[in-house]
DNA sequence: GTAGGGTTAG
């Protein structure tokens, strides 16, 4: 009965898998039971006792699972604690180590086995070459050629390393020199020479392939996509016949091509190719496999009608789907939420069958764009499982729509919640403490940036604002110059408005100077401040001409915020007149910021007509603001013409205008 | 337990 039970049980796993393992390397506490009854060793070529076998079998498969659900030490405590372990023991623990790059202690491992297996050796390259750069790849060549019997993976291996580090004479090499390719060794080069930019000896190789198969046509499609070879990507595809003349599911290489044209915008291409693929075909392949659309191909396509901003296509072919899966109805949420009309986002999202985070990230984020900040506040509390990027959405629209307390109260649950903030976190936080002004603030958030992420260029700008809005400009300065040639406009833009804002004017001009001779192309944001600058030090001449060449040198179309800049300078030097000029040549409407300039100058020189004409203009553009009233009835005042004074004060009545009592902007503390 | 390729959303 015993003896069937085992006979049952060695059927179902197979024998030769369990007599392939060869020698078994005892361990203390298991030889000791060894020398009692012997319960590890084979007895010629049948196991005597399966039981031991079978264990070990589910003792390696339990280090396997420790590894693919990511807990290491878990598996490497359960092989320390093996009683008996062979070479695929020793071989899984190695895996994985090699899956985390961990090389040294993957290393340490494969010294110590006891016996080494091609498998051993194949895993310890692939650990290597994967690493990448030179010293990794030369390790793995090094035991590639030291190791005692090379099978056709430990080829391949070696080869695909040195594709995907750029060496590809390298691997040209070796697989000329390797005595048996096969498939894998053909799609490695294939690939390698696609990753490496060589479009025309990939073809090439391609065609001479003795054999292909489903990987081998993927492979050349993706890699003539990313050479951007849409069209030669499209011929192989339409024209693409296997050797043997027997058909193949083409429908993955087919939904990669209609992603290529998705993201070129290519949106009528990619229709093509989809309506190509045979909806239901019931004639079975000779693999079993059908050729037809599946649920991606739909999806796929629905995504290149969303990326063109054509919801009305991406509907109609939404309606038409069968079969929807979560990716369906969130690919469509995302394409409402991306032209803003949140109203269908929400009807979708309310018809959905199962929502996942990402569901409800897009309506967070596309509450959060629209600035309906109560629903954003509405559904991120009712997520049943947030993310980190549902938690950087909300306070990405809280900082937008300038709730600074509600984004800092929310940063702050956040790290009490457990969920670490990222550089996204950050910036938005730092984005913050520059619209509060609180440098306080500014400057812990800054060591949190030193102490949790690798600061990026974005990142660094957002600090650059930050210490130069709060008037910080030397650590700005070191900020930037830390940059190096990383600068981006946006750097400049920062340093030059912070100088700008706080009365540096010739540090501002210093450095707008330097952006030239970087050649760093200037965009109207550097020219407000610029502009700004010149007004403030009182620079007519460099004012005009800066002005002059954002459009000649620079092909910068001046706004109207760089005319008001413009009627600052000239109007505070005492051209009153200039100014006017220039208002009424400017080829748009004249906003309250130019006519409040104009009003501005017109007082510091006491040229109460010009200061009429602006202030009557002020009038009409907000009828309800008392300012230019005010401003004129103390110039009528100041020069003791009470009857004007009093006629200013009665059009204030009869326009039942209030004076606005002073404001102050009162620091909340937190 | 090891080698090549692969489509979709924030």
């Given at each position: ?483 190096k040639l990383?600068k981006?406009v946006?750097?400049w833009?920062?340093m030059i ?11 501002a001009l210093e450095l707008f100077k330097l952006m030239r001779h970087f050649e760093v192309q200037p965009?109207?944001?550097t020219?407000?401040?610029v ?18 060449s954002?459009?000649?040198e620079y ?116």
């Open positions: 009965m015993i003896l069937l039970t085992c006979w049952k049980m060695m059927r179902r796993l197979k024998i030769d898998t369990l007599t392939k393992f060869g020698t078994f390397e005892v361990s203390r506490r298991a030889s000791e039971v060894a020398t009692l009854g012997s319960h590890c060793f084979f007895s010629g070529s049948r196991p005597r006792n399966s039981f031991r076998d079978t264990s070990l079998l589910a003792e390696n498969k339990k280090i396997s699972h420790f590894i693919r659900i990511g807990q290491i030490n878990e598996a490497r405590a359960f092989f320390d604690n093996m009683g008996c372990r062979n070479t695929v023991s020793w071989n899984s623990m190695i895996s994985g180590y090699v899956k985390r790059r961990e090389m040294t202690k993957a290393r340490k491992l494969f010294d110590e086995m006891p016996e080494r297996d091609v498998v051993s050796w194949n895993l310890m390259i692939s650990g290597y070459v994967s690493c990448g750069g030179n010293r990794f790849i030369e390790e793995g060549r090094c035991l590639f050629e030291m190791m005692p019997k090379r099978d056709c993976v430990s080829w391949n291996t070696m080869i695909s390393g040195y594709a995907k580090n750029g060496m590809m004479d390298q691997a040209l090499l070796l697989f000329d020199r390797m005595p048996h390719r096969n498939v894998v060794s053909w799609n490695a080069v294939v690939s390698g020479l696609l990753q490496n930019g060589d479009v025309m000896r990939a073809i090439e190789f391609f065609n001479r392939m003795p054999e292909r198969d489903a990987a081998s046509l993927s492979a050349l499609v993706s890699g003539l996509i990313q050479n951007e070879e849409l069209d030669g990507a499209a011929r192989v595809l339409l024209e693409y016949k296997n050797k043997d003349g027997a058909k193949e599911n083409l429908v993955h290489a087919y939904n990669t091509l209609i992603a290529g044209y998705g993201q070129k915008g290519l949106v009528d291409e990619a229709r093509k190719l989809f309506d190509r693929i045979p909806f239901r075909n019931d004639e079975r392949d000779k693999n079993n496999e059908r050729f037809e659309r599946n649920v991606v191909s739909w999806n796929t396509m629905i995504m290149c009608y969303v990326k063109a901003g054509d919801m009305v296509s991406a509907q109609e072919l939404f309606e038409q789907m069968i079969e929807r899966d979560t990716f369906s109805w969130n690919t469509m949420i995302s394409g409402y939420v991306h032209v803003l009309d949140m109203e269908k986002a929400s009807n979708l999202f309310s018809k959905m069958p199962n929502r996942d985070t990402l569901s409800w990230n897009l309506m967070v984020s596309g509450y959060s764009l629209t600035g309906n900040l109560e629903l954003v506040s509405d559904f991120f509390e009712k997520m049943p499982e947030k993310s980190l990027v549902s938690w950087n959405s909300v306070i990405a629209g809280y900082e937008k729509y300038e709730d600074f307390n509600g984004a800092i109260e929310l940063f702050l649950r956040m790290q009490s919640e457990g969920e670490k903030p990222d550089r996204h976190t950050l910036s938005s936080i730092l984005s913050v403490s520059t619209g509060i002004m609180d440098l306080n603030l500014g400057m812990q958030i800054h060591q949190l940036v030193t102490k949790t992420v690798i600061p990026d260029t974005p990142i660094n700008n957002a600090l650059i604002t930050m210490y130069s809005r709060c008037g910080a400009i030397l650590e700005a300065r070191t900020i930037f110059e830390e940059l990383k981006e946006i750097s833009n920062a408005g912070g100088y700008a804002s706080h009365g540096y004017a010739s540090e965009t109207y944001i020219f407000i401040s502009l700004h600058a010149c007004a403030h030090a009182g620079l007519v001449e460099e004012g005009r001409r800066i002005f002059k954002m459009q000649s092909g910068v179309e001046p706004t109207v915020e760089h005319f008001a800049s413009l009627v600052d300078i000239v109007g505070r030097h005492g051209q009153l007149e200039e100014a006017l000029d220039l208002i009424k040549s400017m080829p748009f409407e004249p906003d309250k910021a130019v006519w409040g300039a104009l009003l501005g100058a017109s007082r510091v020189h006491n040229n109460v007509e010009m200061a009429r004409v602006a202030a009557e203009e002020l009038m009409k553009l907000e009828p309800e603001s008392s300012t230019p009233y005010v401003l004129l009835h103390n110039m009528y005042a100041n020069m003791g013409c009470w009857d004007d004074a009093a006629d200013i004060r009665g059009m204030m009545e009869r326009n039942n205008i209030q004076k606005q009592t002073a404001r102050s902007w009162i620091d909340s503390g937190y």
